[in-house]
């Protein structure tokens, strides 16, 4: 990644937790592994680059209707299928929270995610 510089990712081909992947991940590394989808992977990564830089997320809007409850509940299920046994407690929460329609979206996670790396990365929604 251009240390310093902004990258940019189009909410108009953001429907899935993948999607965001696999736009993201090829601007920040070129050495992360296609088609993961690793939370915490990505939470380390953005902190990486030695200079600030920005993410700016154009049409955030479409991504956050699409990025919803649904798409919590396909990942953090996953997550209470692999998850160490000392955490289940919490995802299973998370999980039945996203079920029932409450708690953060996806789109909140991915925010708060890249929004936890500052001063590292400034996230813009467009």
């Known amino acids: 990644m251009m240390q310093g510089h902004d990258i940019e990712i189009d909410g108009k081909n953001i429907f899935t937790l993948e999607?965001?992947?696999e736009q993201i991940w090829p601007l920040l590394s070129k050495t992360a592994a296609s088609g993961t989808t690793n939370l915490d992977a990505l939470?380390?990564?953005l902190a990486w680059p030695t200079s600030p830089y920005t993410v700016i997320?154009?049409?955030s809007e479409l991504s956050k209707r699409y990025l919803g409850h649904a798409e919590?509940?396909?990942k953090v299920s996953a997550l209470c299928q692999s998850c160490h046994?000392?955490?289940a407690g919490?995802?299973?929460e998370r999980l039945h929270r996203a079920e029932s329609g409450q708690g953060p979206t996806?789109?909140?996670w991915l925010v708060e995610i890249i929004q936890r790396n500052e001063p590292y990365v400034t996230l813009k929604l467009q």
């Open 106 to 108: 996806m789109f909140d």
């Open 85 to 87: 046994p000392s955490n």
């Open 90 to 92: 919490h995802f299973l």
């Open 57 to 59: 997320w154009r049409n």
């Open 43 to 45: 939470n380390d990564i």
């Open 19 to 21: 999607d965001f992947c």
């Open 72 to 74: 919590m509940v396909k």
